[in-house]
């Protein structure tokens, strides 16, 4: 059943099935988003992709909000838009994001959205934390200090490579990406070392052993791929 | 257990309880029981024993009669002019009186003075405005009835209202008297209950993918949310505790409306107490037939089983607790869609708070009509509060909706102590605001409460006298939702963090007037932008310190911003270099 809204006054149809950011997608209309990824299931968490829907007293976000006919979507007003570079600057505050020596420097999500929503400082204290870099994987390694927890690798080890190798332990702040329950990466039994989970790091917290600045490159589209080829038994690039 | 043979248990309890002279209840609940009540009960009894009184004289343990800041409270009612005292219910010429601190050691002296004068060193009114001015619904048996005995229940009319829905009411016939009550949700938000229950009752299980697991039949769930975690909160518990087949019935009953046949109380582990009595009533209820397969001999069939939460605050957020009872993380997640449609395992759930349930069966018994009467027009029934803080009576309280602030501070309250002033009452836990002293004679409603920044929420009411810092206030209920924040959405992960750091930063003396600019454009971002109700309301606090109390935020500013000014650092902040 298609459906007709308007994103930023722009008349667009969209399956009755679609997200709002997958409609905005498809009509070409960029919406902001750090947890998400095509090919893995949304959680809204990130709150990147918020916008303002006519009628509803809360911002939604596109990634988890499916279209209704007649939805008349904002998804770049000047609120909007303080909220997601404050978002940014909260996570940069928050652990050690330093990109002149980081594996993914040019090639990472976090960065990306900074420029783009023009973050010239950052107004909130930078936290430091100590937290440590796991090198025990063969060919892998995990930096905590550059992860932003978006469970992009939680949900990729989970839902296309099947294993769960990867959770979140503790809460709030303390949250921390741990392999099996919380042993070193290199002794965990369940991964495959398939290496899905690089792949579909946002930023220089994954990362193939030997990379180094500049050099880590994430073929997250890879991901997209591969859910896509499974589900119509069709593998021609 | 049909009908007839409730009825029958009903009265030979009644009548086996009409032949006691006397009627000793003992609070063991567990403020009461911290203070060594269970040991008072035992003693009361050897010493009847003794006595040879045994016969006579019944001595109870009962859930909370509400005035903690006195207990260990016991209640004697006894029988005047040899007439017969039927506990809790009305009729027969009965005199009570209230014995408070009630140590083990006074044992003795209480039997001894039964039927005679009371002991004045212990007695405390009962006509005082504690007790007076309150309104009992919810507790209307917490107090008096023993929670470890469904006869008890029954005797005081428990589960007829469950037999009456199922014998005598269509599941619509039921939506509709609790629509028409206008019960709203008491867990904090106030959803409209019978809006929620028709929801579910119209969902189709089918309509998202399920993955129910195997032995369980149930294709929808009613969710009874005992996760009550706000600081100064105990309200659930002491229902729980003292009237815990109140909460099955309502549960059972909401369960025959809305179609399911599987329930599940997620009660926190902290409440030990509450877990051991909900355990034991599903068993007896279970033994009666009033739990489990073909309900007092009809079709309906209900199961219930307990799920205890591991500590986090979240997990009282319906999508979390959902996920908690599935057996993965508590984190919440975006909603729609909405529990009603697509909640346990995929399928349409309802999820009620304690208190919610707990109005059920008298709704369903006296009518809609009559719990309409109670409240305002827009919030109905009355609502449970455990009043702590600053005030001289500290405890377990219910009342109209509508009633005023300074009808509970003061009235039921008992004000300030110690000769201080009023300064404002928190209301809604780490979730709600400070309501300052020009606000005492609002009505206390959903909505009232909600036009002065604070929330109706589950019921927690801190009461402040004027030695209190409202920063210290505001940064104690940050750190509350900072290390109860479960980190899955980043303005409520970074931002409770950076507005901790903001606050302890204030009390420090160290923080500027940019510093107060960052913490309340924080508060909009984490209000506005976080995924669930922990982080939507984790700012209110701040909000509303900082909206009637500014002048204590700037005094606290940093030397250059107060022209000149020396900081006054506050003597409140434990650890500065923390």
Redesign the interface.
Same mark, same amino acid.
């Given at each position: 059943m298609p459906r007709t809204l308007t994103i930023n006054g722009q008349e667009i149809s969209a399956r009755s099935d679609q997200t709002i950011l997958e409609a905005a997608q498809d009509a070409n209309i960029r919406i902001p988003t750090l947890c998400h990824l095509d090919g893995l299931t949304d959680? =809204? &968490?990130?709150?990147m992709c #918020?916008v303002e829907v006519a009628g509803a007293s809360? #911002?939604l976000?596109a990634c *988890? *909000? $499916?279209v209704q006919e007649g939805m008349q979507v904002q998804t770049d007003t000047e609120r909007l838009r303080a909220?997601r570079r404050? /978002?940014i600057e #909260?996570?940069f &505050?928050?652990r050690n994001h330093i990109c002149a020596v980081c594996v993914a420097n040019g090639h990472c999500e976090l960065q990306n959205a900074g420029i783009a929503v023009g973050m010239d400082h950052v $107004?909130? +204290?930078y936290?430091f934390p100590k937290l440590g870099v796991d090198l025990s994987h063969e060919r892998f390694g995990m930096d905590h200090n550059r992860c /932003? #927890?978006c *469970?992009r690798c939680v949900r990729a080890c989970d839902q296309l490579e099947g294993a769960h190798t990867i +959770?979140?332990m =503790? $809460? =709030? &702040?303390?949250?921390l990406i741990v392999h099996d329950m919380n042993v070193p990466w290199g002794e965990a039994t369940t991964c495959t070392s398939c290496g899905k989970c690089v792949m579909a790091c946002p930023t220089g917290a994954l990362f193939k052993q030997g990379s180094t600045v500049a050099e880590m490159v994430h073929d997250a589209e890879k991901l997209a791929f591969l859910k896509a080829a499974r589900e119509r038994k069709v593998w021609n690039v | 257990m049909n009908l007839e043979e409730l009825n029958a248990t009903a009265a030979s309890e009644r009548l086996a309880q009409a032949k006691k002279r006397h009627h000793i209840r003992v609070c063991v609940g567990t403020a009461c029981q911290a203070l060594n009540s269970e040991q008072l009960a035992k003693e009361l009894q050897a010493e009847l024993r003794r006595r040879g009184q045994n016969g006579d004289v019944e001595v109870k343990c009962v859930g909370c009669p509400g005035l903690c800041s006195l207990g260990p409270l016991v209640e004697i009612e006894s029988q005047v002019n040899g007439q017969a005292a039927i506990a809790g219910t009305e009729g027969g010429q009965r005199k009570s009186i209230l014995y408070q601190f009630v140590k083990p050691e006074d044992a003795g002296e209480i039997v001894a003075h039964l039927g005679g004068e009371p002991i004045k060193r212990l007695e405390t009114p009962l006509d005082q405005p504690f007790f007076t001015r309150q309104t009992k619904i919810v507790l209307e048996h917490c107090g008096k009835i023993d929670p470890e005995r469904i006869e008890d229940y029954i005797a005081v009319g428990g589960y007829q209202a469950l037999m009456k829905v199922l014998t005598e009411m269509t599941p619509q016939q039921v939506i509709d008297a609790i629509t028409r009550s206008g019960l709203r949700g008491r867990g904090g938000a106030g959803f409209p209950t019978g809006l929620k229950w028709g929801t579910v009752a119209k969902a189709d299980p089918n309509a998202y993918p399920t993955s129910v697991p195997v032995g369980i039949q149930s294709r929808k769930f009613v969710i009874c949310n005992g996760d009550e975690g706000d600081p100064g909160a105990f309200m659930d518990r002491s229902v729980m505790e003292g009237d815990p087949h109140r909460i099955l019935e309502g549960m059972a009953i909401a369960a025959y409306a809305v179609g399911a046949n599987h329930g599940f109380i997620y009660v926190r582990a902290e409440y030990p107490l509450a877990v051991k009595r909900l355990r034991t009533a599903i068993r007896q209820a279970q033994r009666a037939g009033l739990l489990g397969n073909n309900i007092g001999g009809t079709a309906f069939s209900f199961n219930v089983d307990i799920r205890l939460g591991a500590g986090a605050f979240v997990c009282g957020e319906e999508t979390a607790l959902m996920a908690s009872i599935e057996g993965g993380r508590g984190v919440p997640r975006p909603r729609p869609p909405f529990p009603a449609e697509c909640g346990l395992w995929g399928c349409p759930t309802l999820i009620n708070n304690v208190e919610t349930l707990a109005n059920v069966p008298p709704i369903i018994m006296k009518g809609a009509d009559w719990f309409a009467s109670i409240g305002t027009e827009k919030s109905k029934g009355t609502k449970v509060f455990a009043l702590t803080g600053q005030v001289a009576h500290t405890g377990l309280i219910e009342v109209p909706m509508g009633i005023t602030l300074r009808e509970i501070v003061f009235d039921i309250g008992g004000g300030i102590p110690g000769g201080r002033q009023f300064k404002a009452v928190q209301t809604g836990g780490p979730s709600g605001g400070c309501i300052p002293a020009q606000f005492l004679d609002m009505p206390v409603d959903y909505e009232s409460l909600a036009k002065v920044g604070s929330i109706m929420g589950s019921g927690g009411m801190i009461v402040m006298d004027d030695s209190t810092d409202m920063v210290e206030v505001a940064r104690f209920f940050m750190e509350f939702c900072m290390d109860e924040s479960c980190g899955k959405c980043i303005p409520c992960r970074a931002g409770t963090v950076q507005m901790h750091r903001i606050l302890t930063k204030i009390q420090e003396g160290k923080a500027t007037r940019r510093d107060i600019q960052i913490l309340e454009e924080l508060c909009d971002l984490v209000k506005h932008t976080s995924l669930c109700g922990l982080g939507q309301s984790a700012p209110n606090p701040v909000i509303s310190t900082l909206r009637y109390f500014r002048d204590e935020y700037e005094k606290k500013l940093a030397a250059d911003e107060t022209n000149g000014k020396t900081p006054q650092p506050s003597a409140q902040v434990a650890n500065p270099s923390a």
């Amino acid at each position: 059943m298609p459906r007709t809204l308007t994103i930023n006054g722009q008349e667009i149809s969209a399956r009755s099935d679609q997200t709002i950011l997958e409609a905005a997608q498809d009509a070409n209309i960029r919406i902001p988003t750090l947890c998400h990824l095509d090919g893995l299931t949304d959680v =809204g &968490a990130c709150r990147m992709c #918020l916008v303002e829907v006519a009628g509803a007293s809360k #911002l939604l976000p596109a990634c *988890t *909000t $499916r279209v209704q006919e007649g939805m008349q979507v904002q998804t770049d007003t000047e609120r909007l838009r303080a909220y997601r570079r404050q /978002i940014i600057e #909260l996570l940069f &505050a928050e652990r050690n994001h330093i990109c002149a020596v980081c594996v993914a420097n040019g090639h990472c999500e976090l960065q990306n959205a900074g420029i783009a929503v023009g973050m010239d400082h950052v $107004r909130y +204290d930078y936290l430091f934390p100590k937290l440590g870099v796991d090198l025990s994987h063969e060919r892998f390694g995990m930096d905590h200090n550059r992860c /932003i #927890l978006c *469970t992009r690798c939680v949900r990729a080890c989970d839902q296309l490579e099947g294993a769960h190798t990867i +959770d979140v332990m =503790g $809460r =709030g &702040a303390h949250s921390l990406i741990v392999h099996d329950m919380n042993v070193p990466w290199g002794e965990a039994t369940t991964c495959t070392s398939c290496g899905k989970c690089v792949m579909a790091c946002p930023t220089g917290a994954l990362f193939k052993q030997g990379s180094t600045v500049a050099e880590m490159v994430h073929d997250a589209e890879k991901l997209a791929f591969l859910k896509a080829a499974r589900e119509r038994k069709v593998w021609n690039v | 257990m049909n009908l007839e043979e409730l009825n029958a248990t009903a009265a030979s309890e009644r009548l086996a309880q009409a032949k006691k002279r006397h009627h000793i209840r003992v609070c063991v609940g567990t403020a009461c029981q911290a203070l060594n009540s269970e040991q008072l009960a035992k003693e009361l009894q050897a010493e009847l024993r003794r006595r040879g009184q045994n016969g006579d004289v019944e001595v109870k343990c009962v859930g909370c009669p509400g005035l903690c800041s006195l207990g260990p409270l016991v209640e004697i009612e006894s029988q005047v002019n040899g007439q017969a005292a039927i506990a809790g219910t009305e009729g027969g010429q009965r005199k009570s009186i209230l014995y408070q601190f009630v140590k083990p050691e006074d044992a003795g002296e209480i039997v001894a003075h039964l039927g005679g004068e009371p002991i004045k060193r212990l007695e405390t009114p009962l006509d005082q405005p504690f007790f007076t001015r309150q309104t009992k619904i919810v507790l209307e048996h917490c107090g008096k009835i023993d929670p470890e005995r469904i006869e008890d229940y029954i005797a005081v009319g428990g589960y007829q209202a469950l037999m009456k829905v199922l014998t005598e009411m269509t599941p619509q016939q039921v939506i509709d008297a609790i629509t028409r009550s206008g019960l709203r949700g008491r867990g904090g938000a106030g959803f409209p209950t019978g809006l929620k229950w028709g929801t579910v009752a119209k969902a189709d299980p089918n309509a998202y993918p399920t993955s129910v697991p195997v032995g369980i039949q149930s294709r929808k769930f009613v969710i009874c949310n005992g996760d009550e975690g706000d600081p100064g909160a105990f309200m659930d518990r002491s229902v729980m505790e003292g009237d815990p087949h109140r909460i099955l019935e309502g549960m059972a009953i909401a369960a025959y409306a809305v179609g399911a046949n599987h329930g599940f109380i997620y009660v926190r582990a902290e409440y030990p107490l509450a877990v051991k009595r909900l355990r034991t009533a599903i068993r007896q209820a279970q033994r009666a037939g009033l739990l489990g397969n073909n309900i007092g001999g009809t079709a309906f069939s209900f199961n219930v089983d307990i799920r205890l939460g591991a500590g986090a605050f979240v997990c009282g957020e319906e999508t979390a607790l959902m996920a908690s009872i599935e057996g993965g993380r508590g984190v919440p997640r975006p909603r729609p869609p909405f529990p009603a449609e697509c909640g346990l395992w995929g399928c349409p759930t309802l999820i009620n708070n304690v208190e919610t349930l707990a109005n059920v069966p008298p709704i369903i018994m006296k009518g809609a009509d009559w719990f309409a009467s109670i409240g305002t027009e827009k919030s109905k029934g009355t609502k449970v509060f455990a009043l702590t803080g600053q005030v001289a009576h500290t405890g377990l309280i219910e009342v109209p909706m509508g009633i005023t602030l300074r009808e509970i501070v003061f009235d039921i309250g008992g004000g300030i102590p110690g000769g201080r002033q009023f300064k404002a009452v928190q209301t809604g836990g780490p979730s709600g605001g400070c309501i300052p002293a020009q606000f005492l004679d609002m009505p206390v409603d959903y909505e009232s409460l909600a036009k002065v920044g604070s929330i109706m929420g589950s019921g927690g009411m801190i009461v402040m006298d004027d030695s209190t810092d409202m920063v210290e206030v505001a940064r104690f209920f940050m750190e509350f939702c900072m290390d109860e924040s479960c980190g899955k959405c980043i303005p409520c992960r970074a931002g409770t963090v950076q507005m901790h750091r903001i606050l302890t930063k204030i009390q420090e003396g160290k923080a500027t007037r940019r510093d107060i600019q960052i913490l309340e454009e924080l508060c909009d971002l984490v209000k506005h932008t976080s995924l669930c109700g922990l982080g939507q309301s984790a700012p209110n606090p701040v909000i509303s310190t900082l909206r009637y109390f500014r002048d204590e935020y700037e005094k606290k500013l940093a030397a250059d911003e107060t022209n000149g000014k020396t900081p006054q650092p506050s003597a409140q902040v434990a650890n500065p270099s923390a």
